[in-house]
């Protein structure tokens, strides 16, 4: 999904595939929706693409290889559907969706939606691993023991 802002840059959306949790809407909400849980999930992170993962209940800070430090920060929390979160730190504007949706009483589905502003030249440079960026972070997610 592309439109242009008023400087000329493209707003562009990215989205991972949706994901199968074996767990509840409820639970999978819970824990992410507090992000200091993400101590539990630490040692999946792979050491070479990121590095300095430092969070508390609302802020998630990390290092990533060639980008730099990269801050998000939970903006809004619609329990038990969604946490958006925007980049604080980052050499581009960024928003991140978690979107949950039940299956079953005990099962449930998730998607990743990734916003942000791009020239044409830089789109080009950062679509890829964006995109690949997303899926792998929505694996990662649906792999949690909640």
């Not at 959306?13 to 809407?25: G, K, L, T």
């Not at 830089?122 to 690949?132: A, D, H, N, R, T």
Request: with cysteine; net charge negative; glycine share 2%.
């Amino acid at each position: 999904m592309e439109c242009i802002n008023n400087n000329g840059n493209l707003m562009n959306q990215f989205e991972s595939q949706v994901v199968a949790i074996p767990y509840s809407q409820q639970r999978v909400y819970d824990m992410l929706s507090d992000l200091s849980h993400l101590e539990s999930v630490k040692d999946r992170i792979p050491q070479d693409k990121i590095k300095d993962l430092k969070f508390d209940r609302d802020t998630v800070s990390i290092n990533v290889a060639p980008v730099g430090d990269i801050a998000f920060k939970v903006v809004e929390r619609e329990e038990p559907k969604c946490v958006k979160l925007e980049a604080t730190t980052s050499p581009i504007p960024l928003t991140l969706w978690i979107q949950m949706l039940p299956t079953s009483d005990e099962a449930s589905k998730m998607k990743l939606t990734l916003r942000t502003e791009l020239n044409p030249f830089i789109k080009g440079m950062v679509q890829k691993p964006l995109q690949e960026g997303i899926e792998k972070m929505a694996d990662m997610l649906a792999r949690i023991s909640y």
